[in-house]
């Protein structure tokens, strides 16, 4: 007879109702979770069955969704990750945003494979969930603390065993980009942390006491030992030796910086942001995630010697995309962001389209230009507060652009509402694709296609039927390690992936899963997370780049222009639309839904 | 010479691979090697396309007709090389190509007083003319040269482009391989000098970061600061294109960039 729940697995899942104070528990079946295995994957599902069509993201009937995976709880490296999914305030469209922390571990062994919330408290609170037992605490002394003081306070008021969630300022009054927060890591992209917010619901507290056995405790030891092993090899040598600070004068030299909110591709402050020179920059401690043996967080003394984490999305985003060059003052803004809880690519995209619209006097704040670190402080502390014209940058470059207009939608670098990552998309045409065609919007995570761009197996500057192929490739295994959930920095370190994911979940779950299941269950997660977009109106139309990089092209230190076109581009999406057996619509043909089993996800939920 | 010269040895690679890889530095086209029946090849880059040219010993028109035959409709100019080559600049391609605007048929290259139709430039719809001055067997690039517009160049007016003058100030981009002897003159020179630069966990702290190093190839810059092109290092050339194959070749000028292969963040 079969075992159920699985190894790695409880079989089911909290729902709370902040709106009561009360939670209950809801199966979930063998065939869901070695269909979408957890994290992002299993969060789809769950958006799938627990949100309601078209709600808004800040209502307080949204869900919002702790997922956890199977393998949380192992000793594997990097294994500590949740993630948070629902509907995003900023995109409109389905958000999934990891993090590793403690937060995973302890959330998980309440006994639950996810917690999902919905509704909203009656005044700011706290919720503590205990095992099976849900309570809601007041917290009004909390609201409007960071998230760092929020957890601090919980911890030494509740005790050690207990692990905390929170939002910051941001979350409280709504900006559509706010993170939530546990062990000063983020869950960033896509603003569930106004989502928490809404809900007038500060942080979650969770203490867990239960256990999760594994099919296979010996075998998924062995492989935790030689994963542990192999992290040390130099696949894993830049996170650990520098972070990933370091892209910043790589990107800078093969024109893939995006500076000054995209007009160009290198910038020419870029040595004064260099990690290994520059002493604001240079690390004064080392950290790592909870379970992780890379060790990839670089501290670096902050405000107040604060120490500060700093890795190059922050730097790139809050430096050069902003022409700022002043390192001390990237810091201080990083952790400005860290206090408010901003998610510090939204922060960064929103401000340096701000500072491109005030130079064309398109708004009017003569104060705001590029390369003034202090105006880019004064940014971001009225964005935290909504104040001046904080309240406007709130709503992120998509939906300021709409308001401000006269043009100004063209350079808003943002794909479905979501800020473009640190990656050019027109020396990285892969990447370009994979930037418009994700589910989550401009995102490097869900689509890590710029590694097809620097593989060297084509060239980047001329987008065809590869760089299509390295998209698909890379956003489907992105889809399992996100499910897994394995830290994306392990990536290069499994060199025949699918198979040895299958071999680490078949020792956990007891399952006889192969590569081959593998493979179709990614693609079965990329669909369901674009069949969620369709079902809340998405159209062909938002998997499109903005018109700036469409219409400017970049000139390469060797002469050459970059240039992307829109009839390349939308080569590319047809290929791609292809190549992922859906309708030149972007809808999956019948075909594909009946192939990948995805017509439970519009029939058979029972709702 | 004793051997075929696309398969002589230059410093770890091929004559050929040379100046293929060179060629597809300055195109964005098709490269075509045509190769006589039966020529075993070496290795060549990726991009390279071979076609056979079925009629041997017919010189050089009935090559330029295989080859301009396999380009077809991909391009409307082409570049034409020999594979003897091995000091072809980047450069020379890109400025024989430029000047092959709409006034002119062929751009051809007079250097040393000698005219060089295989350091030239042709519009790839001179097919038919070719095909039929081959039908009436009048085999020699002159017949060529006198049915259509041809832009002579000299040397001296080359050389008035500062960029390639600073690059290639001889114009030995079209110094070739005739007997053994020019071979060994050839190989022994030193490699050009060329610009490292290490980023990231290739950086240390115990070498400076900026190098000058004299390297045919990628793999011999690689070599030249202690480094391995593998799964986990790739080089940026002049900050364009990524490359792992160490075999391609470098120039005077060149800046290399090694990074890390893993550039996720």
Known sequence: MRRFPPGGYFGKVLIVDLSTGSGRTAPLQESVLRSYIGGAGLGTWLMHRYCPAGIDPLDPRAPLAFVFSPLVGTPLTTSAKFAVVGKSPLTGRLTDALASSHFAIAGKLTGHDAIVVHGACEQPSVLVIDQGDVSIVPAADLWGSSAEHTEATLRERMGPAWRCAAIGPAGERGVRYATISHDGRHAGRGGLGAVMGSKLCKAIAVRGRGRVASADPAGVLAASKDLRERSFGPATAKYRELGTMSNLLTFNAISTLPTRNFSAATFEGASALDVGEVSALKQVARSSCASCSIGCEHLVKGPGAKKTRMEYENLFALGPLCGVSDAEAVVAASSLCDELGLDTISTGGTVAWAMECAELGLIDAPWLRFGDADALLRAIEQIGAREGIGDLLAKGSRAAASAVGNGSEAFAAHVKGLELPGYEPRTLQSMALGLAVNARGADHNRSGAYEADLSGDHDRLNGGESHVAGAIDTENRAAIMDSLILCKFLRKVFADPYPEWATLLERVTGWDVDADELERTAERIVLAKRMFNLREGWTRAEDWLPDRFLSESLELESGRKATLTADRLDAMISSYYRGRGLEPTGVPRPSTVEELELQALTTDLDK | ?265
């Not at chain 2, 060629?23 to 880059?45: D, F, M, N, W, Y």
């Not at chain 2, 409307?76 to 090389?81: D, L, T």
């Not at chain 2, 950086?203 to 400076?208: F, G, I, L, Q, W």
């Open chain 2, 1 to 265: 010479m004793g051997s075929p010269k696309a398969a002589l040895d230059w410093h770890g690679s091929t004559l050929l691979r040379r100046v293929t890889g060179i060629v597809a530095r300055v195109v964005t086209g098709p490269v075509v090697v045509v190769s006589a029946p039966g020529q075993t090849l070496p290795e060549l880059a990726s991009r390279a396309e071979v076609v056979t040219d079925a009629r041997e010993g017919r010189g050089p028109l009935q090559g330029l007709a295989a080859g301009l035959e396999a380009i077809g409709d991909r391009a409307q100019r082409a570049y034409v090389s020999s594979t003897d080559v091995p000091l072809l600049h980047p450069r020379f391609v890109e400025y024989v190509l430029r000047r092959l605007g709409d006034d002119f048929d062929v751009v051809l290259p007079e250097i040393g007083g000698y005219r060089q139709p295989l350091s030239a430039a042709y519009r790839v719809d001179l097919l038919g003319t070719v095909e039929e001055l081959i039908a009436a067997d009048m085999i020699r690039p002159a017949f060529l040269f006198e049915r259509c517009r041809v832009l002579h160049v000299d040397g001296e007016a080359m050389l008035e482009d500062r960029t390639l003058a600073a690059v290639d100030p001889r114009l030995e981009s079209v110094s070739n391989l005739n007997e053994p002897a020019d071979y060994e003159r050839a190989r022994a020179l030193p490699g050009p000098e060329v610009q490292v630069r290490r980023f990231g966990p290739l950086a240390r702290s115990d070498t400076p970061r900026l190098q000058t190093v004299r390297a045919w190839s990628l793999g011999e810059a690689a070599a030249a600061v202690g480094l391995a092109l593998d799964e986990h290092i790739v080089a940026a050339l002049n900050g364009d294109q990524i490359i792992r194959d160490s075999q391609v070749p470098l120039v005077a000028g060149d800046a290399i960039a090694f990074i890390a292969a893993d550039a996720g963040g």
